[in-house]
């Protein structure tokens, strides 16, 4: 939708605001370097965490999908539906390549042979996002891993470092967010804004803005390879393809978290949570321990520290 200059020109807007607000960086031009970028190349794309807002796929995201950086086949991210509802935001969204995140869009993209990218964990993780630890959330059916088997298209992971930082979070607006998700299935309406300040974003106002001068740096990881295209997957490749994933995401944690968190988070490590009745056969397998379920999600059946 739209030409190209204009959302190269407005999501730049939000771009450079944003690498001046915060302190950003990505490591754009290491991964192009590797080889994971370039002609013919495809993937699902999951970026992690959500956080508050998902501020680095608005901020940032968003102006490397209008210039088709780092480069590749096109690409687009789809999003909750809600998203595409709400006037000039919806716009914003489509102008920069983004849709809406139901099977049959998704599957079409991909059949065209764009790079499609989702944040996985959706609602349930946003209402749970703590600026004090890493926790990564997975749906049930892992609809985006389906997606890739089918169309025989690897998993690229992306880690957004500092993302869960750029809001203070407490316990009661993780409860009083809980409780709006689990009974209106609303997300985060209340965030903790500048200076402390209860806050929210339906009266849009400077106090809403994050941190100023936080981390946030966005790093790429490397593909994950999950075997060859299946029209229609086992539960057992599904699996086997959601632990080869969580590996590589682990990889791209470890590799970044010293140099991207504060100490006290990257010491804790990062925590999964799988919402699958089948949770003991994929998150599970793939972590170095297995603890009860999330507090902050009465839908999840594991919780794995990675």
Same mark, same amino acid.
């Given at each position: ?53 998902? !501020?680095? %796929? ?64 959706? !609602? ?7 600026? &004090? ?14 997606? %890739? !088997? ?60 994050? !941190? ?53 988070? &990257? %010491? ?39």
């Amino acid at each position: 939708w739209g030409p190209r200059w204009l959302a190269r020109g407005l999501s730049g807007v939000l771009y450079r605001f944003g690498a001046w607000y915060l302190d950003f960086s990505h490591n754009g031009e290491e991964s192009l370097k590797a080889g994971t970028w370039g002609p013919g190349k495809q993937y699902v794309m999951a970026w992690h965490p959500h956080g508050a807002f998902t !501020i680095s %796929a608005l901020y940032f995201v968003s102006h490397f999908w209008s210039k088709n950086y780092p480069g590749g086949n096109d690409r687009y991210v789809c999003v909750a539906p809600l998203l595409l509802r709400i006037p000039l935001l919806a716009e914003f969204l489509l102008l920069c390549h983004a849709r809406s995140q139901d099977s049959a869009t998704f599957n079409g993209l991909l059949r065209k042979g764009a790079t499609v990218a989702v944040q996985p964990g959706g !609602i349930a993780e946003q209402v749970a996002t703590n600026d &004090a630890e890493e926790r990564v959330f997975f749906p049930p059916r892992l609809g985006f891993i389906r997606l %890739a !088997i089918k169309n025989g298209v690897p998993l690229l992971p992306v880690y957004a470092f500092g993302e869960n930082q750029l809001y203070r979070t407490s316990a009661w607006t993780r409860r009083l967010n809980g409780w709006l998700y689990r009974n209106l299935k609303t997300g985060t309406l209340v965030v903790l804004g500048q200076g402390g300040v209860p806050n929210s974003p339906v009266l849009p106002n400077p106090l809403m803005l994050p !941190i100023a001068g936080t981390g946030l740096h966005i790093r790429f990881g490397e593909p994950v390879h999950i075997g060859p295209q299946e029209d229609n997957p086992s539960e057992e490749r599904m699996q086997e393809a959601f632990k080869l994933y969580l590996a590589g995401l682990q990889k791209l944690f470890d590799k970044y978290k010293d140099e991207c968190l504060p100490p006290e988070v &990257a %010491a804790r490590g990062l925590s999964v949570v799988y919402r699958g009745n089948n949770a003991s056969n994929g998150a599970s397998a793939s972590s170095t321990g297995t603890r009860g379920a999330s507090p902050d999600s009465s839908d999840a059946h594991v919780r794995a520290k990675m």
